[in-house]
């Protein structure tokens, strides 16, 4: 939906009703929409989470600091970017 | 013939879609169609109908410049059952299908358009096409035309309405006139 909607046929939509009810594929439809439109408006507003992942409130720029520009997992890297951006890298706690 | 077959009239009797079918036949856009395919999913019609009526039918921003932008959208995402249709409301405030044409074609140098209108219409065209380009330098400038409040109408008018409008081409559907 979000790169090559023109993929999204006929066939496709009879696959997914083996699958799921009419209520369902509208649902995975409208939810998908929702974020094709909304995570590119997202990222033109240039914000980052309130929250690091281990649950501190942070400013926007340890928040960028943290999650990178792209970030890709919740866990991987920005976990331990959140960790070192402690004092002593988290080790009094 | 649609890909998803509409809902039971029963559903589509349902007052909370009832009321909110009056106001999309009042404005023009979307016609029942949309809530045929959506009142499949419970609660789903009413939640988006009002995400999509509330930035395009209300708020600040002027509705014919919302509604070239919307129809720019609908263009851009394929969805013909949302580029067909046009606001009630914005022909009756003056837009015409000419002044459509220009606000999605050359209209950086099209003097009908003021400089704020520009600024609006360059950030429809540039959302999915460019969204690098639609940086701080790019609010900034939108900052010197429109409220914060302004711009966040207009930046959900074009997300939600670009989003779904990519979904419902997928669904190969019709305007109900035609």
Redesign the interface.
């Known amino acids: ?2 790169t090559t ?2 993929k ?3 066939a ?2 009879d696959e997914m009703k083996k699958h799921y009810s ?6 995975l ?2 939810f ?7 995570h ?7 914000f980052y989470p309130m929250f690091s992942p281990d649950g501190r409130l942070v400013d926007q720029e340890e928040s960028r600091r943290i999650y990178g520009d792209t970030p890709k997992s919740h866990l991987h890297g920005a976990a331990e970017r959140a960790r070192e951006s402690r004092p002593n890298g988290g080790k009094d706690e | 013939m649609p890909i998803i077959d509409p809902a039971p009239k029963e559903i589509l009797d349902q007052p909370k879609i009832k009321q909110r079918i009056e106001k999309a036949r009042a404005l023009g856009v979307p016609d029942e169609m949309f809530f045929e395919i959506m009142a499949h999913a419970p609660g789903y019609a009413e939640a988006l109908f009002d995400a999509l009526y509330e930035p395009h039918a209300k708020g600040n921003v002027d509705h014919g410049l919302k509604e070239i932008i919307r129809i720019g959208l609908a263009r851009l995402a394929g969805d013909g059952y949302s580029a067909a249709q046009r606001s009630a409301l914005a022909r009756q405030g003056g837009l015409t299908e000419e002044k459509i044409e220009a606000g999605l074609s050359d209209f950086e140098t099209d003097p009908q358009f003021t400089d704020a209108e520009k600024w609006a219409l360059r950030y429809g065209y540039l959302m999915y096409r460019e969204p690098k380009k639609v940086n701080k330098e790019f609010y900034d400038q939108g900052k010197k035309y429109y409220s914060e409040a302004e711009i966040m109408e207009i930046g959900g008018l074009i997300a939600i309405h670009y989003g779904l409008q990519v979904f419902l081409s997928t669904l190969k559907l019709a305007p109900k006139g035609n």
């Open positions: 939906m979000g909607p023109e999204i046929d006929q496709f939509y009419t209520e369902e594929i509208v649902e439809g409208a998908i929409g929702f974020n094709v439109g909304y590119t408006f997202f990222g033109t507003l240039d």
